[in-house]
């Protein structure tokens, strides 16, 4: 079973001791508006939601990587250690997960967003976002019609 699978079925939610007696209960939470304050001073935002929610709406800030959480435990190296991080996804859930599993890997600047995309779009926070395509545009670019 893969680790971030493990953390997500832990009955301790994945809680243990890590190095310097570091436990992963001690998992820090930012709001998205004080996310965004420190995304402008020079944080990283990583977002661990998966492809297709991206495509449809996603963050606008200065400095993102995406990586989903399935791949985090492969690709984690891929995301600076001594940066400030700002971990998020949808709702928050999957990125507490995400973030205890850097924490646990030395990540000890890695901050998880609460509640995610819904609470920092809901607080009118910058997002991208894909405009929704009416019948007759898809219906055009599907089947050629009108050229």
Known sequence: MPLIIALLNSDEGGCHKAD???TMNTIREITPSKALAMLQKGALLVDVREA???????FDVPSIIQIPLRELEHRFKEIPQNRQLIIACHSGSRSIVATRFLVN???RKALNMQYGMSRWAK???PVNKKEKQ???SW???KF????
């Open 20 to 22: 310097n007696n570091f």
């Open 123 to 125: 607080e009118g926070l």
């Open 105 to 107: 890997h030395g990540y």
């Open 52 to 58: 297709h929610e991206v495509s449809r709406k996603s």
């Open 139 to 141: 219906m055009l670019q």
């Open 134 to 136: 009416s019948i007759a």
């Open 144 to 147: 050629g019609w009108g050229k």
